[in-house]
């Protein structure tokens, strides 16, 4: 079965905002899974310059040719990525997903995953979606989506360039 706005509706994922119509507000402060997905007739176009932040003196631009690499023409789903509470338990998916947004904006983020989608073209069309978890499942459940996703189209989503693992597995 695809992993794509139905199916993950279907287990549980709201939202489904595009990025440009994303009110940060509305996005729970629980711990849990995001996903970017393409909007429906998206094609990719890349830029030869990322919008993302610099992360420790590193440019996260990819040549062209390594981008189109990493896309899936079949696949909607184009980021998968975990919000957990934080050390102190004040982080959260709104938290997160609010750097990730930032991080496409220029501002210097604390790991560089999904930047990949800060060289698309248009990337306020692109639609993000999320599923609120119990803390203690957040990264078994990480961990399975990129499997499931890896067994389906075999490798990550577009913007995943590592392979998120269970804790303790």
């Given at each position: 079965m695809p992993i794509n706005k139905q199916t993950l509706k279907a287990d549980g994922f709201t939202g489904f905002r595009a990025f440009g119509?994303?009110?940060?507000?509305?996005?729970p402060q629980a711990p849990g899974l995001f996903a970017v997905l393409k909007p429906a007739?998206?094609?990719p176009r890349f830029l030869v310059k990322s919008t993302a932040g610099v992360f420790k003196k590193k440019?996260?631009?990819?040549?062209?040719?390594?981008?189109?690499?990493?896309w899936?023409?079949?696949?909607?789903?184009l980021y998968l990525g975990k919000a957990g509470p934080g050390s102190k338990g004040n982080r959260g998916l709104r938290r997160q997903i609010q750097e990730f947004v930032d991080f496409g904006k220029g501002k210097p983020p604390g790991h560089w995953d999904g930047r990949l989608i800060w060289q698309l073209a248009d990337p306020q069309s692109l639609v993000i979606a999320w599923k609120?978890?119990?803390?203690?499942?957040?990264?078994?459940?990480?961990?399975?989506?990129?499997?499931?996703?890896?067994?389906?189209?075999?490798?990550?989503?577009?913007?995943?360039?590592?392979?998120?693992?269970?804790?303790?597995?």
């Open positions: 119509q994303l009110e940060i507000n509305r996005v007739g998206y094609e440019d996260p631009s990819l040549r062209e040719d390594a981008l189109a690499a990493e899936i023409e079949d696949a909607d789903v609120e978890l119990p803390a203690a499942e957040v990264n078994l459940t990480e961990a399975r989506y990129h499997a499931d996703f890896r067994e389906l189209y075999g490798r990550l989503p577009f913007a995943n360039l590592v392979q998120a693992r269970a804790k303790g597995s």
